[in-house]
């Protein structure tokens, strides 16, 4: 089991950056490939970026590319998305989750744990 909260949300202009954070309790974080997500008012969960469990591999949605960055520190449990040139419609609650199954993941159904999630909002 491994338990997961996200912090660092908040209101942000368009054009403006945020760092969320995800702290990670219980098992070994280094064994838990990592991953973002993100879920707007009426719209399904959706991926936003992952990070396998040395943080050797990256992927992100095309949505993001270029403008958010995942990184991780072992040593601290902590996983963190960098997020810049932020647009109104990466207004949504993003959620921080974990699996141990896969080396990276992009999809949800693979992860098994799940953060309560931090509201970001950017204004136009």
């Known amino acids: 089991q491994v338990q997961l909260v996200e912090s660092g949300g908040g209101l942000v202009q368009a054009g403006g950056s945020r760092r969320l954070s995800c702290a990670a309790s219980?098992?070994?974080?280094?064994?838990?490939?990592m991953g973002w997500f993100r879920q707007a008012p009426g719209k399904r969960r959706e991926f936003v970026a992952t990070?396998?469990?040395?943080?050797?591999?990256?992927s992100y949605a095309d949505s993001v590319k270029g403008r958010f960055t995942i990184s991780r520190d072992n040593a601290k449990n902590t996983v963190f998305l960098q997020m810049n040139s932020l647009k109104p419609e990466d207004t949504a609650v993003y959620y921080c989750?974990?699996?141990?199954?896969?080396?990276?993941?992009?999809?949800?159904?693979?992860?098994?744990?799940w953060g309560q999630g931090t509201q970001v909002t950017v204004s136009s």
């Open positions: 219980g098992r070994t974080f280094s064994s838990y490939t």
């Open positions: 989750a974990a699996t141990d199954r896969y080396n990276i993941a992009t999809t949800r159904q693979l992860y098994d744990y």
């Open positions: 990070i396998s469990w040395t943080g050797s591999r990256t």
